[in-house]
């Protein structure tokens, strides 16, 4: 029923006239741009809030009160570079009068002479925790400094208490970090850069495949209105069949997307994603060539699932200003897919991810968001598969019969109603 | 003469509205064939379901003889009334990809595209955008895609709207050659004086029946009634006396004498002559717009 050599003029056309301009190229470059600024950016903006603090402790023991100051500055000086945060403590021995002290020192800080208080007024081994009074509690670089130095200096203090010798307190209270491995097939396993760094990557891929989708999708649907406002359909479809019209336009706009895709993959195996990210040259951790293959799949196969709902809505309807009702519909299935993208990330293997990842006009986004953290077993990528062919055949039906209806009709605005009536007439 | 496209009692309803009543007409083999009627008649529709653009209710429609599908169409170049191009495109580029639409491969489309656009005289627009051409290169670009494949038939679907006087005689002009070269030519209009002057047959259609249909010589001995022109000294009454006169009306300073039914025209213009001075007399007929407009008005009597 397709006669592919009245589609191939369609495709050729399509793809030839987006790929000869200047925006693909430049999308094709600032795609990724954008996308590694997104990771960086708020860090970079996070580095930005540094400056001078200065901080009261208010603690009767002075040894703690030495080792906080002492921590601080040593943090202070290490600290080097744009952002940079220094922290100078403001000793302050408990006065008999609790309320008056805190009442005063409250007030220093309404003035802006004190960044917060640490308030901790007992000696000891204490309860645990410290109030932070500040007019700003949410300075989160400042908290964590504090936290991070308030608490070692406590735990060495409840240690030389216990009678640890001084000279083992650095060793016994050194930072332990984790190291994330990766158990893969084969049991194999793989040292992952961090857990930060494989996060930024399963965040980079799954997005460019939600961004890619909505973008090729809109334009098969800029497209299709292109052809009927500017009155060229008839003379088209004189001679192909609708079917093959747009069959032609979908293959063609999706050959740029696969174009773009390939691009970034050549580039991405051959730099390192990780190692962009990472903002350092970093030579090992390039990026899994099997997942790179799943990538440009769940792209082509959410691809044909929307851009056959956008070409439908495409032809019911004469201007693109019309259309952007429908579309905010058509994001009712896409923000899901971004909603959920989180908690699937977080534990690919639950129940519920499992489920929403298989429902087909979702799985481009959330199957593949789980393949980037770990790779599901291979009955649900089959069945997954399996799902998105069916229902890139029920919607390409159902887009068929609006676009074969909608291409010809001008004038009033169709609603809903008569969009699924045409789906139905054929 | 050879039968080329038969339709055959089609019918075409959108929802409640029926645009196409048991239509049938038949389409010589290399004639000029005017589709005509006002607007809203069935034309549009009609030529849709003939370039199966839709498909019709009931009835068929023939080509060669044959039910007319995908593969028969291909012979059938169409211009739409609806007709645009895409903007951004290149002319030349533009033009071939209509040849490959139309059925030809790529290199003889690309051929064939550079030559019409000689012809046009528009070679020296061929890369540019079709956006930067005037409307009326535009058209051109248009009409020649839609012949680029050297079809058997051409159908053009009001044609000559929005065009200007020097491109509507080169379109006169080229339908008259198409035909010269064997080309059938369908198209519609509802500008009587252009269907007069270029078809050999018409269908003329209201309300989405046919209601005249045939040679237009053979409509026009039919149909339209003769009268004279004539200059006279003499009195009214004196020519409505003459035999085979029926009235006498005053028409810009000369008097028309409407013949009666049966009355042959040489023999009125005897009669005439034997009985009253006459310094000059013409025949004049109705035209095509005179039948047109009485049979439409008739058609609406019938149905009110």
Same mark, same amino acid.
């Given at each position: 029923m397709m006669r592919w050599r009245k589609v191939w003029p369609v495709l050729r056309r399509e793809y030839l006239s987006r790929v000869q301009t200047k925006a693909f190229w430049i999308s094709t470059a600032l795609v990724p741009i954008l996308l590694v600024a997104m990771m960086v950016l708020p860090a970079w903006f996070m580095r930005r809030t540094g400056g001078d603090f200065r901080v009261a402790v208010v603690t009767a023991d002075g040894e703690l009160a030495r080792e906080i100051t002492e921590r601080t500055r040593e943090h202070a000086a290490a600290r080097t570079g744009p952002g940079r945060m220094t922290v100078t403590i403001e000793p302050v021995e408990p006065a008999p009068d609790a309320a008056a002290q805190r009442l005063d020192l409250k007030r220093r800080v309404a003035n802006k002479e004190l960044a917060g208080i640490v308030w901790r007024p007992e000696t000891g081994i204490g309860t645990g925790e410290v109030e932070y009074l500040s007019v700003n509690v949410t300075a989160v670089r400042l908290v964590s400094e504090l936290e991070s130095v308030v608490s070692t200096a406590v735990t060495k203090r409840r240690l030389l208490?216990?009678?640890?010798?001084?000279?083992?307190?650095?060793?016994?209270?050194?930072?332990?970090?984790?190291?994330?491995?990766?158990?893969?097939?084969?049991?194999r396993e793989t040292a992952e850069a961090a857990f930060e760094k494989s996060f930024a990557l399963s965040y980079i891929l799954t997005f460019t495949v939600y961004m890619t989708l909505i973008f090729y999708g809109y334009y098969v649907m800029r497209s299709v209105i292109e052809e009927k406002s500017s009155r060229i359909v008839e003379i088209i479809v004189a001679n192909l069949r609708p079917m093959e019209l747009m069959v032609g336009k979908i293959f063609g706009v999706?050959?740029?997307?696969?174009?773009?895709?390939?691009?970034?993959?050549?580039?991405?195996?051959?730099?390192?994603?990780?190692?962009?990210?990472?903002?350092?040259?970093?030579?090992?951790?390039?990026?899994?060539?099997?997942?790179?293959i799943f990538f440009v799949i769940f792209f082509v196969m959410g691809y044909f699932q929307y851009a056959a709902l956008y070409a439908a809505v495409g032809a019911a309807f004469n201007t693109e200003e019309e259309a952007q009702q429908t579309q905010s519909l058509m994001s009712l299935i896409l923000v899901p897919s971004m909603l959920l993208m989180f908690p699937v990330m977080a534990s690919p293997d639950a129940k519920f991810a499992v489920i929403v990842s298989l429902i087909p006009v979702f799985s481009p986004v959330l199957f593949f968001t789980r393949m980037t953290v770990q790779m599901p077993p291979g009955w649900q990528i089959a069945l997954c598969l399996a799902l998105m062919l069916v229902s890139i055949f029920v919607i390409a039906r159902f887009a068929a019969a609006v676009y074969r209806v909608g291409i010809l009709m001008y004038g009033k605005k169709p609603t809903l109603g008569d969009i699924w009536r045409w789906s139905r007439q054929g | 003469m050879e039968t080329h496209l038969e339709v055959q009692a089609v019918s075409k309803a959108f929802g409640r509205v029926t645009a196409v009543r048991e239509l049938s007409a038949a389409v010589p083999r290399g004639s000029v064939f005017g589709l005509l009627g006002p607007n809203g008649a069935g034309k549009t529709t009609t030529i849709r379901m003939v370039m199966r653009i839709v498909l019709p209710d009931s009835g068929r429609i023939l080509f060669g003889g044959r039910d007319i599908d995908d593969e028969l169409r291909e012979l059938i170049g169409y211009l739409p009334e609806e007709r645009g191009l895409y903007r951004r495109m290149r002319v030349l580029e533009?033009?071939?990809?209509?040849?490959?639409?139309?059925?030809?491969?790529?290199?003889?489309a690309r051929r064939r595209a550079g030559a019409w656009l000689e012809i046009l005289g528009l070679a020296d627009k061929a890369s540019r955008r079709v956006e930067e051409l005037s409307k009326g290169m535009q058209q051109k670009v248009?009409?020649?895609?839609?012949?680029?494949?050297?079809?058997?038939?051409?159908?053009?679907?009001?044609?000559?709207?929005?065009?200007?006087?020097?491109?509507?005689?080169?379109?006169?002009?080229?339908?008259?050659?198409m035909r010269g070269r064997g080309?059938?030519?369908?198209?519609?209009?509802?500008?009587?004086?252009?269907?007069?002057?270029?078809?050999?047959?018409?269908?003329?259609?209201?309300?989405?029946? #046919?209601?005249?249909? *045939?040679?237009?010589?053979?409509? !026009? =001995?039919?149909? @339209?009634?003769?009268? %004279?022109?004539?200059?006279?000294?003499?009195?009214?009454?004196?020519?409505?006396?003459?035999?085979?006169?029926?009235?006498?009306?005053?028409?810009?300073?000369?008097?028309?004498?409407?013949? #009666?039914?049966?009355? *042959?025209?040489?023999?009125?213009? !005897? =009669?005439?002559? @034997?009985?009253?001075? %006459?310094?000059g007399v013409q025949v004049v007929r109705d035209s095509l717009e005179d039948i047109f407009i009485k049979r439409v008005e008739a058609d609406h009597d019938a149905v009110a």
């Open positions: 208490d216990a009678g640890v010798a001084r000279d083992r307190l650095e060793a016994l209270t050194r930072r332990v970090s984790v190291r994330p491995v990766r158990i893969g097939e084969d049991l999706g050959a740029v997307g696969l174009t773009q895709y390939l691009i970034w993959v050549i580039v991405a195996i051959n730099l390192g994603v990780t190692g962009l990210v990472a903002g350092a040259a970093m030579s090992a951790p390039l990026v899994d060539p099997k997942l790179m | 533009h033009l071939t990809f209509l040849g490959e639409v139309r059925g030809l491969a790529r290199p003889e248009q009409f020649a895609g839609a012949v680029i494949h050297e079809p058997e038939m051409v159908i053009l679907d009001e044609p000559f709207t929005g065009l200007d006087p020097i491109a509507t005689r080169q379109l006169k002009e080229e339908i008259l050659s080309t059938t030519v369908l198209f519609s209009t509802h500008v009587m004086p252009q269907a007069e002057e270029l078809c050999d047959h018409i269908c003329l259609i209201n309300r989405g029946r #046919a209601i005249l249909q *045939g040679r237009l010589d053979d409509l !026009r =001995a039919e149909h @339209a009634r003769q009268a %004279l022109r004539v200059e006279s000294t003499a009195p009214d009454s004196e020519l409505a006396a003459v035999a085979g006169v029926a009235t006498v009306r005053s028409a810009d300073g000369r008097r028309v004498l409407e013949l #009666a039914p049966g009355c *042959g025209v040489e023999a009125t213009i !005897r =009669a005439l002559a @034997a009985a009253v001075p %006459l310094s």
